[in-house]
């Protein structure tokens, strides 16, 4: 079936330096991924998304690189502020439905 | 900015009672979704729903689930008779398209079941 996934549960930055969380997806068919960013209590935000006919996206402060030939998905985050602490998820979207990560939690070190 | 707003934010009921998760969906979109989350863990789907019927559900929608789009703006999830493993918490999201397009999600009502 298909899954996508995560490499990383947990990562801690400081304050000023880039994050990289990656993922992985199984379904070589996908051909939309998005990140979703979800703080303590509150519902997933979209972050940025990618169509499967591009490798990289560029949005405020945000990158996403995908390589097709690995299954790969990564979401950069430049100068990485205490407000970006969150767990971030990629995920597939489909016509049915959005298939979720499980998940990594960014800490930003002050 | 248009949002998916849901009520209420936490709901607490006894086991075997029936509850109803309310949804309203941004205005002009088209496909809805329920999802749960329990606690520290991922995000799961339960169900889709595009043009008045079910389109899609997985295998955590049972029998003891159902939706239902009541009127032009609400969309609810009814949960017959809760269970302690349906202690969850429970997002609505709206897209305006199928497939690539993104789903926006509400806060989430925090169901707890005791």
């Known amino acids: 079936g298909e899954s996508v996934g995560l490499h990383l549960p947990t990562l801690s930055v400081q304050e000023g330096d880039n994050s990289i969380i990656n993922c992985a997806y199984s379904?070589?068919?996908?051909?939309?991924f998005i990140w979703y960013k979800q703080e303590s209590g509150k519902g997933p935000q979209f972050i940025i998304d990618?169509?499967?006919?591009?490798d990289k996206r560029q949005g405020q402060r945000v990158t996403v690189l995908l390589n097709k030939t690995v299954k790969h998905l990564s979401l950069q985050i430049a100068a990485t502020q205490p407000g970006d602490s969150a767990v971030y998820f990629c995920?597939?979207?489909?016509?049915?439905?959005?298939?979720f990560g499980p998940g990594t939690s960014l800490s930003v070190i002050p | 900015e248009p949002e998916v707003t849901q009520t209420p934010s936490h709901q607490v009921t006894q086991m075997g009672q029936e509850v109803i998760l309310r949804c309203v969906p941004i205005?002009?979109?088209?496909?809805f979704y329920w999802y749960r989350q329990i606690l520290g863990q991922k995000v799961e789907f339960l169900v889709s729903f595009y043009n008045n019927e079910i389109s899609e559900k997985s295998e955590i929608f049972d029998d003891q689930f159902s939706v239902e789009r009541p009127d032009g703006s609400n969309f609810t999830l009814k949960i017959r008779s809760t269970k302690l493993e349906d202690s969850a918490m429970y997002f609505c999201?709206?897209?305006?398209?199928?497939?690539?397009?993104?789903?926006?999600f509400g806060q989430g009502t925090r169901l707890t079941v005791v």
């Open positions: 379904n070589s068919a996908s051909d939309y």
């Open positions: 205005s002009n979109h088209l496909y």
């Open positions: 990618i169509r499967s006919n591009m």
């Open positions: 999201a709206s897209s305006s398209g199928g497939r690539n397009t993104e789903a926006f």
């Open positions: 995920a597939e979207k489909s016509y049915d439905k959005v298939i």
